[in-house]
């Protein structure tokens, strides 16, 4: 399965919807993990940081939706994020 996480849009929202550490035991468990590029620089997680753990950096949200089977957010999908659901 290919996981998605783009970076979160509302205001206020730092968090992230998946950490490295459960980006390693995803890509650990077969599924191949995909993060927008920027998504954990609010919680602290560089792109370096998913890429180290086998995750791939992806430019930009439209890519993520497109090319995930699952999309994992903190907050709910915004009304520009819910036109590229799927």
């Not at 599924?31 to 919680?43: C, L, P, R």
């Not at 992806?58 to 995930?68: G, L, Q, R, Y």
């Amino acid at each position: 399965m290919k996981i998605g996480c783009p970076t979160e849009i509302k205001p206020q929202e730092f968090r992230v919807g998946i950490t490295p550490i459960a980006a390693q035991e995803a890509v650990g468990r077969g599924h191949e993990v995909i993060v927008q590029s920027g998504a954990g620089a609010g919680a602290g997680f560089d792109d370096a940081a998913y890429e180290a753990v086998g995750a791939r950096i992806i430019a930009t949200a439209e890519e993520v939706f497109a090319k995930a089977d699952m999309i994992v957010k903190v907050k709910e999908p915004q009304a520009v994020e819910r036109k590229m659901l799927r």
